[in-house]
């Protein structure tokens, strides 16, 4: 069979020559503008790749595909290697095109398309293969992994051709310090790639896909991926929440504990100031809420919440001031309370020298009744308005006693006025002195 096949391709090979000695003389000079044209293909391993052959100008001049190993695949319209993977697309005088199926990498290399002119013209299309990665792997992952320890993990990938390139990702971000190596396969034609990822894990990466992604011209732009989920184990971490910022005397607050970890924590505990909570009945736990149904100053503490898993133990602590209930009364009903506070004087007046005045209390019935809590400016307004009236109250019972301390005297001399002369109101005047002597005078 391999000397009938060599025979073939001689005597393809003499008749071409044949013909075109026969035909030289008469096409020196058109053959001199004719050339074949060809072009370089790039095909996938396993795909199909198709050479193609074309001359402008052809005077009716033979062409010929031939492959690396320099063997005839065809000669014009006629096949002279037996391999059924080559087939014709089209033949003509202009054009010489033919096929390869089921590409391999061995068939790699320079192809010849000879235009047997004079000299024979050829020109040269190089085919080039493209080897696939395979599915790439990673190894070294383990689930689950404590919070804080290393991770160190490895993607590997092999067959590509050229050498593939492997990149990192979390989520959709990508990791760019690792370490990336390149081997050469034992058909020295692939490559093995690999590329490893160190990192420390937190609890942010639970639940995060780490990917490893193999990109390759041979992949159509579809790159080949493998994935692992991390599961990440981490203590409780506590938070806790007031139903409202601003607890008051009467209302009822929830304290929502707010726990997270991997696993999931246990039931919290809840106590207060470093013991059991003091009123069961009035404060109830409800599932990682304390409900406290209506607060009272007792309820003033430090509450801690405590939550528990595997890994550990976390807690939190909420510390609680009631406050006041504040009042309702507005400012401008307080005012007209302190301009209507009643000053009572009272001045006691004797027709004896003995003068007497007496000064009530003041008092103010209207002023802050049923107030529950201290308003400084109630206050100084009060103080205001109470000197102000003791002062005045000072100032008209000075004029007043100094007023009567002028009668007084003159009523003393009247024994002397009614007298007919001199001596006698002499007389009556003493006799006032003597019974003066009984009487007192009080100033006040």
């Not at 003389?25 to 058109?30: A, D, F, I, L, Q």
């Not at 490559?191 to 490893?212: E, H, K, P, Q, Y």
């Not at 505990?269 to 013991?275: P, Q, R, V, Y």
């Not at 309820?299 to 510390?319: K, P």
Request: with cysteine.
């Amino acid at each position: 069979m391999i000397w009938k096949r060599s025979a073939v391709l001689r005597f393809y090979s003499v008749c071409g020559l044949l013909l075109q000695a026969a035909a030289s003389k008469s096409k020196v000079k058109g053959s001199q503008g004719q050339f074949p044209l060809t072009q370089n293909v790039t095909v996938v391993e396993g795909g199909t790749a198709i050479l193609t052959c074309r001359v402008d100008q052809n005077d009716n001049t033979s062409l010929q595909w031939s492959n690396p190993a320099q063997q005839t695949l065809y000669f014009d319209d006629k096949k002279a290697l037996r391999d059924n993977r080559i087939e014709l697309v089209r033949a003509s005088w202009h054009e010489l095109s033919i096929s390869v199926s089921d590409v391999s990498l061995s068939d790699e290399g320079q192809y010849t398309c000879s235009l047997f002119t004079m000299p024979v013209k050829t020109s040269k299309a190089y085919l080039t293969v493209l080897g696939v990665p395979e599915k790439p792997q990673i190894s070294g992952f383990s689930s689950p992994v404590m919070e804080g320890d290393l991770m160190q993990l490895t993607c590997k990938t092999s067959g590509s051709k050229p050498a593939a390139d492997i990149r990192w990702f979390k989520n959709d971000k990508e990791i760019k310090d690792v370490k990336y190596l390149k081997e050469e396969d034992a058909n020295r034609k692939t490559f093995t790639v690999s590329s490893t990822l160190d990192f420390r894990v937190d609890r942010s990466d639970d639940g995060v896909a780490v990917i490893c992604r193999v990109d390759h011209e041979s992949l159509n732009a579809t790159p080949q991926v493998a994935m692992q989920v991390l599961e990440i184990h981490y203590t409780p971490s506590v938070k806790i929440i007031p139903s409202t910022p601003f607890p008051q005397e009467g209302q009822p607050l929830i304290l929502t504990c707010e726990s997270k970890g991997k696993p999931l924590p246990e039931p919290v505990l809840w106590t207060k100031d470093g013991g059991e909570l003091p009123d069961p009945d009035r404060m109830v736990v409800s599932g990682r809420e304390l409900n406290i149904l209506f607060l009272n100053k007792t309820d003033n503490g430090t509450y801690r919440c405590e939550a528990t898993n595997t890994i550990g133990q976390s807690s939190a602590e909420y510390v609680l001031i009631v406050h006041d209930v504040p009042n309702t009364l507005l400012s401008t009903t307080i005012i007209p309370s302190l301009t209507t506070a009643t000053v009572t004087t009272t001045v006691a007046i004797t027709t004896s020298p003995t003068t007497s005045a007496t000064t009530s209390s003041i008092r103010d019935p209207n002023a802050l009744a049923g107030q529950t809590g201290p308003d400084h400016a109630l206050i100084g307004g009060i103080v205001a308005v109470v000197v102000f009236v003791t002062l005045c109250s000072i100032f008209l019972l000075g004029r007043y006693l100094a007023r009567h301390k002028g009668t007084y005297l003159t009523n003393e001399a009247k024994g002397a006025e009614d007298a007919p002369d001199a001596d006698t109101a002499i007389i009556n005047a003493e006799g006032s002195q003597v019974n003066a002597e009984e009487k007192k005078e009080y100033f006040i």
